[in-house]
């Protein structure tokens, strides 16, 4: 079956450091990728989106990329703070409906 | 203040009943969403509706149902038949264009007791 499988379910780092997250596709080849952040006891917010034809995307302190071949997106957070801590979702899509990952919670420690 | 709300925020039924959930948006999207989120897990799709009067089945539709008479709301019913209602339902919406991001409510945490 068509998965997002993101394989940490958590990371720990220390402020300042980069933090990156890992996302994988299997059996599935989406044209899309989204990462959202959650807050406990929220709803998810999105983030950043890359397409199937595009390397990189950047916004502010986030950066997300895509290797189609590997089907592997990775998504990063230059130097992170405290209140980066949350937990992200991927997301891949094709037709509008979006198939997501279990999340990677991530805590940054001052 | 646009925005997608979804009511109550918690809420406690006692099985067998049938509850229903709140979702109502204001941001003119086309496309609206049903989610269930367990601890550890990730989103799963109930339901969804890409357009008024027209909803289809998600990956675990079974125990639940919507309906789409405005293009504002979407409530989704808990019925009886759902063997595992507690958890958290999170509503979603987006407008047509295919790549668009999703929108989230707050979301509602259901306990059944």
Redesign the interface.
Known sequence: SQK?EQNS?ALNIQEGKTATLTCNCTNYSP??L?WYRQDP??????LL?I?ENEKEKRKERLKVTFDTTLKQSLFHITASQPADSATY?C?G?S????I????TKLSVKP | DGGITQSPKYLFRKEGQNVTLSCEQNLNHDAMYWYRQDPGQGLRLIYYSQIVNDFQKGDIAEGYSVSREKKESFPLTVTSAQKNPTAFYLCASRTRQITDTQYFGPGTRLTVL
């Open positions: 997002i379910e044209a899309y989204q006891g929220r709803g998810p917010v999105f989106l397409r979702l997301a899509g037709q509008g409906n979006l997501f990952g279990k999340g």
